[in-house]
């Protein structure tokens, strides 16, 4: 005959299983604070390197310096498109002329 099972025995079982569940919970809750030290580090580096560098590391003026810089260098490859277009009409000029 099966003797009926202890509630102490389940509650045992259920007590270990919540206890792996339990470690394993907390060694995430160890990587992830971890994790958010050294990412807090790298941010707090790349807001030093941000100051120095630009004079600021406040968000929206970083993006507007870029926004600047991006525009300038478009105007630069089309000026610079525009001075080889130049030099490539007065080379044809001089290959024609006897």
């Known amino acids: 005959m099966t003797s009926p099972k202890r509630p102490e025995n389940d509650s045992l079982g259920r ?3 919540m206890r792996a569940t339990f470690e394993r ?3 995430e809750r160890i990587r992830a604070e ?3 030290d050294r ?3 790298e941010l707090d ?5 941000a100051r120095e560098e630009f004079g600021t590391d406040d ?3 970083l993006r507007r ?5 991006l525009s300038e260098n478009a105007k630069r490859v089309e000026e610079f498109d525009s001075v080889l277009r130049e030099v490539e009409t007065r080379l044809r000029q001089l290959g024609s002329e006897p």
Do not use: C, F, M, N
């Open 45 to 49: 580096q790349a807001r030093t390197r």
């Open 34 to 36: 971890g994790e958010v």
């Open 15 to 17: 007590l270990e299983q």
């Open 65 to 69: 310096l870029i926004d600047a810089a």
């Open 25 to 27: 919970l907390r060694a």
């Open 59 to 61: 968000e929206a003026e």
């Open 39 to 41: 990412l807090t580090r």
